[in-house]
């Protein structure tokens, strides 16, 4: 016997098919939600942009096969900063705004003028500039103007240069069984602010026993490190600092410096973290500490590499933090049930901290740029041990000792 359907059952089932193709294509009803992500995808910084793009790529991918962000599915919106210059920024950001964007997320971009540019906007803008020249300006635009601009990690002026004097100078040759020979500190700093202020900032909590025998400034692009290398083998210093944002610049002081090397520590700040760095140096690497104010840590974060790895066939060494600062974002727009409900998203990030794969973020209500700390976002420290970058500080999250460079002889 044949049921004979009325109208109503019938637009019943018509209205279960739809939805039910509906979710088979993962299609979407409402408009995207953009988000723009300024960045430098080409230039001598582009291998930084393909980890922005990276992590903002594989975020929007799992937001939109979880059904969307409010439902709606997110579309990334790409800008290139090129060499960081401050013209490109302004062009980047008038682009974004142009097509719409509903928030700007990135791992970094030129400061000032990235923060000058979206504090004009109403949009939430995020960003990873580790830097003062991008925080200065919202602590003096507080409490009326600049609310919607978050540094979602901590400044390095601030932090860099005490941490490297905490963990590099002070924990790191008792954990080798190493007592340095003397007390004498080599400082070389590129002539650029994220560099020579944070390396400026170690010169200043060195305590009155520690003396800078080689302080010496230098443009990028250094190729003959041998006047430089010259100084430090007459004085012999114990601790060797290199503050310099080239990865390439930083691979040929190391391997010139273990030509023929003194008994002495390195610490290279941030640019080791750069693959090029390692592809460069080689085994002259093995031995060379440097830190990160902002990195993918603890055992979720572990599974997190293997998807990526994966995904793009190489670990990352940034696409995390993108990744973690659109997650901030997000969880804000979710409490506050519309991605245009600009002053309530604000008031979100400032009040609720997020749980990250870098950390516990809570912004500072000054400058709203994120708190630095072991329980909070904690500057890492890394060895080159055997062809491997180990974890050595903090020790809660580490996957080695601090070990004694291959160049030193007991």
């Avoid at 003194?262 to 390692?278: C, D, R, T």
Wanted: proline share 7%; net charge neutral; with cysteine.
């Amino acid at each position: 016997m044949l049921l004979k359907l009325t109208k109503g059952m019938y637009l019943t089932v018509l209205f279960i098919l739809s939805c039910a193709c509906l979710i088979a294509t993962n299609t979407f009803a409402a408009d995207p939600i953009k988000i723009g992500v300024p960045g430098p995808f080409t230039g001598f910084l582009a291998t930084d942009g393909q980890q922005m793009k990276n992590g903002a790529e594989m975020w929007a991918e799992e937001v939109n096969k979880a059904g969307g962000l409010l439902g709606r599915k997110v579309e990334i919106i790409y800008g290139d900063t090129g060499g960081q210059e401050a013209e490109k920024m302004i062009a980047v950001g008038q682009m974004l705004m142009n097509k719409g964007i509903h928030a700007a997320v990135t791992g970094y971009a030129p400061a000032p003028t990235d923060v000058e540019f979206f504090g004009k906007q109403e949009i939430p803008y995020l960003h990873g500039d580790t830097s003062f020249m991008a925080t200065q300006p919202v602590k003096k635009g507080l409490p009326d103007k600049m609310g919607n601009i978050f540094q979602y990690d901590p400044n390095a002026e601030e932090w860099y240069g005490l941490d490297a004097f905490k963990y590099f100078v002070e924990k790191a040759p008792k954990m080798m069984g190493w007592t340095p020979p003397n007390k004498k500190v080599a400082v070389i700093a590129v002539d650029y602010p994220y560099n020579l202020d944070s390396a400026a900032q170690f010169k200043n909590v060195l305590p009155p026993e520690y003396k800078v025998v080689v302080d010496e400034i230098t443009p990028f692009g250094v190729t003959d490190w041998g006047a430089v290398l010259t100084k430090i083998r007459a004085y012999k210093p114990a601790f060797i600092t290199f503050w310099n944002l080239s990865p390439a610049d930083t691979a040929r002081f190391v391997t010139q410096f273990v030509e023929n090397p003194i008994n002495a520590i390195l610490y290279a700040q941030y640019s080791p973290n750069v693959p090029e760095f390692v592809n460069i140096a080689q085994e002259a690497a093995n031995g060379v500490i440097y830190s990160s104010l902002i990195a993918g840590v603890g055992p979720k974060y572990d599974t997190w590499v293997k998807k990526y790895t994966k995904k793009y066939g190489a670990s990352p060494y940034g696409a995390i933090q993108i990744y973690d600062g659109l997650s901030i974002w997000a969880a804000a727009v979710k409490r506050a049930g519309s991605v245009t409900a600009y002053k309530d998203i604000q008031k979100y990030i400032r009040e609720y901290p997020f749980q990250g794969y870098c950390g516990l973020y809570v912004f500072n209500p000054v400058d709203q740029s994120a708190l630095h700390g072991e329980g909070l976002i904690p500057d890492v420290f890394y060895q080159f041990q055997n062809g491997k970058a180990n974890v050595i500080f903090p020790e809660n999250y580490a996957t080695g000792k601090p070990q004694l460079p291959p160049w030193i002889k007991k």
